[in-house]
């Protein structure tokens, strides 16, 4: 029979996704197969799945760790936020609403069968399923009809281990506080607790461990120190979106307030040679830029009037004045043409809006989302590019007629006629090392090989290091059964 551990966090941001991954992996090294589940997700860094949907990005990485393809069960519900109030809502892959918080709220609960019915097919595959909570179980505010947290563990009877990070500061309050203020069902769920992010010497809390314990009558597994090798890891929320100092050439990315799919970034920041600039609202683009990167969206015609609104369009034909690069991926591409269209309402309510006019294409909004798993080649190097389109809206224009990559002998987007100026919809691109190689030698820059093989190391790394501060034996005996589905389920 299968079995199944649910990791809380007592705050957002604590490092769930990043203990799940690595406890995926440490499992798998002890011979037991196992897969990630996350019942609910709000994040717009998604990732296309072998089944043709989408899930969120963390749960890709997390599958990686389990050596198993993504697949939509392993996160059937998903929030992708578009305005400051309302999300697009993904169910085992696929879009079925957008709606306003108020309004998800009274639909979550009928959507706690299809996330039952995805655990349930996960379970039955595999020895452990390993399942991330969102947020915090704390916010019993929004408890009533919650598929999030307790809720899915009431559902599914599922035992929890709750995490707390003490980079933050208060770890005991936020622990301690959270047995106070749930439920006595609820409190009696959780079974034990660990630490996550300290920086120093371990044995400096042990005080603080045994506090907790007495507290809340959980039981403490461990101190799990900061994880050195954490940015060679994909990122998933906005909040760990950092640039990071490397070499002389330099790649400008302004920071949208919808940044969707920011993980094109994450082989360009391991590069030595290359320095990654995150471009702060209210800061300019840096006039030494070698190449302005303009990422995902999921809002484009909003973001594109938060791009003129830090003065990042005038920025922007300045760098393009002193020979500058600019490559836009999705919704970068459509802002970098001359128009685009929403004519059907698609983003909010209809409209158009002049893009930057760097290219000579436009961009109609349409209700079908294409989702695919792309085999491309660069044109140019004939190096081979494995990434997924994740897009609404169609290009066409005259500089698509100088695509720059091919799919399925199709062109696929488009530059100027110096070259200067490029767009695709493909995400993941950098992430071949041979296209990778290819497109930085054109700025000045070596690539290292092996930015896959990274990665994979460093969940290695993650899972030795979990290992060696946590006690795996106990969270394995902690892991409940799964009870088969019923019917009604």
Same mark, same amino acid.
């Given at each position: 029979?299968?079995?199944?551990?649910?990791?809380?966090?007592?705050?957002?941001?604590?490092?769930?996704?990043?203990?799940?991954?690595?406890?995926?992996?440490?499992?798998?090294?002890?011979?037991?197969?196992?897969?990630?589940?996350?019942?609910?997700?709000?994040?717009?860094?998604?990732?296309?799945?072998?089944?043709?949907?989408?899930?969120?990005?963390?749960?890709?990485?997390?599958?990686?760790?389990?050596?198993?393809?993504?697949?939509?069960?392993?996160?059937?519900?998903?929030? +992708?936020?578009?305005?400051?109030?309302?999300?697009?809502?993904?169910?085992?892959?696929?879009?079925?609403?957008?709606? +306003?918080?108020?309004?998800?709220? +009274?639909?979550?609960?009928?959507?706690?069968?299809?996330?039952?019915?995805?655990?349930?097919?996960?379970?039955?595959?595999?020895?452990?399923?390993?399942?991330?909570?969102?947020?915090?179980?704390?916010?019993?505010?929004?408890?009533?009809?919650?598929?999030?947290?307790?809720?899915?563990?009431?559902?599914?009877?599922?035992?929890?281990?709750?995490?707390?990070?003490?980079?933050?500061?208060?770890?005991?309050?936020?622990?301690?506080?959270?047995?106070?203020?749930?439920?006595?069902?609820?409190?009696?769920?959780?079974?034990?607790?660990?630490?996550?992010?300290?920086?120093?010497?371990?044995?400096?809390?042990?005080?603080?461990?045994?506090?907790?314990?007495?507290?809340?009558?959980?039981?403490?597994?461990?101190?799990?120190?900061?994880?050195?090798?954490?940015?060679?890891?994909?990122?998933?929320?906005?909040?760990?979106?950092?640039?990071?100092?490397?070499?002389?050439?330099?790649?400008?990315?302004?920071?949208?307030?919808?940044?969707?799919?920011?993980?094109?970034?994450?082989?360009?920041?391991?590069?030595?040679?290359?320095?990654?600039?995150?471009?702060?609202?209210?800061?300019?683009?840096?006039?030494?830029?070698?190449?302005?990167?303009?990422?995902?969206? +999921?809002?484009?015609?909003?973001?594109?009037?938060?791009?003129?609104?830090?003065?990042?369009?005038?920025?922007?034909?300045?760098?393009?004045?002193?020979?500058?690069?600019?490559?836009?991926?999705?919704?970068?591409?459509?802002?970098?043409?001359?128009?685009?269209?929403?004519?059907?309402?698609?983003?909010?309510?209809?409209?158009?809006?002049?893009?930057?006019?760097?290219?000579?294409?436009?961009?109609?909004?349409?209700?079908?989302?294409?989702?695919?798993?792309?085999?491309?080649?660069?044109?140019?190097?004939?190096?081979?590019?494995?990434?997924?389109?994740?897009?609404?809206?169609?290009?066409?224009?005259?500089?698509?007629?100088?695509?720059?990559?091919?799919?399925?002998?199709?062109?696929?987007?488009?530059?100027?006629?110096?070259?200067?100026?490029?767009?695709?919809?493909?995400?993941?691109?950098?992430?071949?090392?041979?296209?990778?190689?290819?497109?930085?030698?054109?700025?000045?820059?070596?690539?290292?090989?092996?930015?896959?093989?990274?990665?994979?190391?460093?969940?290695?790394?993650?899972?030795?290091?979990?290992?060696?501060?946590?006690?795996?034996?106990?969270?394995?005996?902690?892991?409940?059964?799964?009870?088969?589905?019923?019917?009604?389920?």
């Amino acid at each position: 029979m299968a079995k199944a551990i649910m990791i809380q966090g007592a705050g957002s941001n604590v490092g769930k996704s990043m203990l799940v991954a690595g406890l995926c992996r440490a499992l798998l090294h002890r011979g037991i197969t196992v897969a990630p589940f996350k019942p609910q997700n709000m994040s717009n860094n998604a990732a296309v799945t072998i089944d043709g949907g989408e899930i969120g990005r963390a749960q890709a990485l997390q599958a990686l760790a389990s050596r198993l393809e993504p697949h939509t069960d392993m996160n059937p519900v998903l929030l +992708k936020p578009e305005t400051d109030v309302g999300a697009q809502v993904i169910v085992q892959g696929r879009r079925v609403a957008t709606l +306003k918080a108020r309004d998800y709220g +009274k639909m979550k609960q009928s959507l706690m069968p299809a996330v039952l019915e995805s655990f349930h097919r996960l379970a039955a595959s595999y020895d452990v399923v390993v399942i991330e909570g969102a947020g915090s179980p704390a916010e019993v505010n929004l408890r009533a009809g919650d598929i999030a947290n307790m809720g899915f563990a009431e559902a599914a009877d599922i035992p929890v281990i709750l995490i707390g990070d003490i980079d933050r500061g208060g770890v005991i309050a936020q622990l301690v506080g959270t047995h106070v203020i749930l439920p006595e069902d609820d409190q009696n769920r959780i079974k034990a607790f660990a630490i996550n992010k300290f920086r120093g010497d371990t044995s400096l809390f042990a005080e603080g461990m045994e506090i907790i314990a007495e507290r809340t009558g959980w039981s403490g597994l461990g101190i799990v120190p900061w994880f050195e090798q954490a940015w060679r890891l994909p990122a998933e929320d906005i909040m760990d979106l950092r640039g990071r100092p490397g070499g002389p050439v330099k790649i400008a990315v302004p920071r949208l307030n919808r940044i969707a799919n920011f993980d094109d970034l994450d082989p360009l920041s391991a590069e030595p040679e290359v320095t990654v600039d995150i471009v702060e609202a209210g800061r300019p683009l840096p006039a030494d830029a070698d190449l302005v990167l303009i990422p995902g969206s +999921k809002s484009t015609i909003a973001d594109l009037a938060h791009f003129r609104a830090q003065g990042w369009d005038i920025d922007l034909l300045a760098h393009v004045r002193r020979g500058g690069r600019v490559l836009g991926i999705c919704g970068g591409y459509q802002m970098l043409g001359r128009e685009i269209r929403d004519d059907e309402g698609i983003e909010g309510a209809p409209s158009r809006a002049a893009g930057l006019g760097l290219l000579d294409v436009i961009t109609e909004m349409k209700p079908h989302k294409r989702l695919a798993l792309s085999n491309a080649s660069h044109l140019a190097s004939g190096e081979a590019v494995t990434g997924y389109e994740i897009h609404i809206g169609q290009t066409h224009g005259p500089d698509c007629d100088r695509a720059w990559l091919e799919v399925d002998a199709r062109g696929e987007g488009a530059a100027s006629q110096d070259g200067r100026i490029m767009g695709c919809y493909i995400h993941g691109l950098f992430a071949a090392d041979g296209f990778r190689k290819a497109f930085l030698a054109d700025l000045g820059a070596r690539s290292a090989p092996g930015y896959g093989a990274s990665v994979d190391a460093a969940l290695d790394a993650l899972a030795d290091h979990l290992e060696r501060h946590l006690d795996i034996d106990q969270i394995i005996a902690l892991s409940g059964p799964v009870h088969a589905a019923t019917p009604r389920e």
